[in-house]
T-cell receptor
């Protein structure tokens, strides 16, 4: 089955700096790669996703890039703000199959 | 209106007891899931139902039994609770099987003493 590795497990940045979280996946058939944000004590919520026919997707301060050849994808957050502090999960799936989550990255944005 | 709601939010119980968690979604989605999040925050899928039919059953002990009376409800019953069952259990739904957004409930924190 699919295996998703995520790095780093913790990340601390100064407010205004950029943050990058990287994930690798094992199943070359995977074609859907979402990112979820989980604030402390809250539910995970989708922030951005990308499909395998696209190399990059942006939504305001967040962007995701996908390298299918290398089987890795990354989340980029620019101009970080304290409200970006949360645990971020990457995930991967093939069509009609379960979503496999990475192990999470705890992001702390220092004011 | 809460999209995916689960009850109870907190459960504290003794080892060996049986407990249930209920989940309901009002999004009209066809697919519902149970995920377990342990103390290290790992999110692991346990079960998935599509139109009341079990489609994913990960390597979960038989003490865990999901039930879907209709496509808007997915309940989880746990028998003979063990210390290792302590976790936050999230119900989720999606319009169809992946790819597609998962909508999570607020989670049910289970503590086994």
């Amino acid at each position: 089955g699919e295996n998703v590795e995520q790095h780093p497990s913790t990340l601390s940045v100064q407010e205004g700096d950029s943050a990058v979280i990287k994930c690798t996946y094992s199943d070359s058939a995977s074609n859907y790669f979402p990112w979820y944000k989980q604030e402390l004590g809250k539910r995970p919520q989708l922030i951005i996703d990308i499909r395998s026919n696209v190399g990059e997707k942006k939504d305001q301060r967040i962007a995701v890039t996908l390298n299918k050849t290398a089987k890795h994808f990354s989340l980029h957050i620019t101009e970080t703000q304290p409200e970006d502090s949360a645990v971020y999960f990457c995930a991967a799936s093939t069509s009609g199959d379960k979503l496999t989550f990475g192990t999470g990255t705890r992001l702390a944005v220092r004011p | 209106d809460t999209a995916v709601s689960q009850t109870p939010k907190y459960l504290v119980t003794q080892m060996g007891n049986d407990k249930s968690i209920k989940c309901e979604q009002n999004l009209g989605h066809d697919t519902m899931y149970w995920y377990k999040q342990d103390s290290k925050k790992f999110l692991k899928i346990m079960f998935s139902y599509n139109n009341k039919e079990l489609i994913i059953n990960e390597t979960v002990p038989n003490r865990f039994s999901p039930k879907s009376p209709d496509k808007a409800h997915l309940n989880l019953h746990i028998n003979s609770l063990e210390l290792g069952d302590s976790a936050v259990y999230f119900c989720a739904s999606s319009q169809t099987l992946p790819p597609g957004e998962l909508f999570f409930g607020e989670g049910s924190r289970l503590t086994v003493l």
